[in-house]
Nanobody, 128 residues
């Protein structure tokens, strides 16, 4: 019914860059804060970044600050995650999801239970 489609993942060398996209399927992104999450093999899913519905506020986990940038283009119904200076520890499946409440902030990020409409994920592999 309401779901994201993530794309843009792939294999990249350490220090390289990737830009992930999150496209809405069956709904409009404008109303929602959007979170990016990732899950590496054998590890729990963790929050990477969040952007408010209007795009005026962004949040990042400490390990990606200064390297990743989240943005959104509501006119195109897309959310992006620009990833620079990638490290092997960034290797994971990356997901996007909406905050459950419309027009809500990122204050409940990275609580997984506060987000819904998860996409299928896109694989990011950082390896030499």
């Amino acid at each position: 019914q309401l779901q994201f489609v993530e794309s843009g993942g792939g294999l990249v060398q350490p220090g390289g860059s990737l830009r992930l996209s999150c496209a809405a399927s069956g709904f409009t992104l404008n109303y929602y804060a959007i979170g990016w999450f990732r899950q590496a093999p054998g590890k729990e899913r963790e929050g990477v970044s969040c952007i408010s519905s209007g795009g005026g506020s962004t949040t990042y986990t400490d390990s990606v600050k200064g390297r990743f940038t989240i943005s959104r283009d509501n006119a195109k119904n897309l959310v992006y995650l620009q990833m620079n200076s990638l490290k092997p520890e960034d290797t994971a499946v990356y997901y996007c999801a909406t905050e459950r409440q419309k027009w809500y902030s990122c204050s409940r990020w990275p609580s997984l239970s506060s987000y819904t409409n998860w996409g299928q994920g896109t694989q990011v592999t950082v390896s030499a």
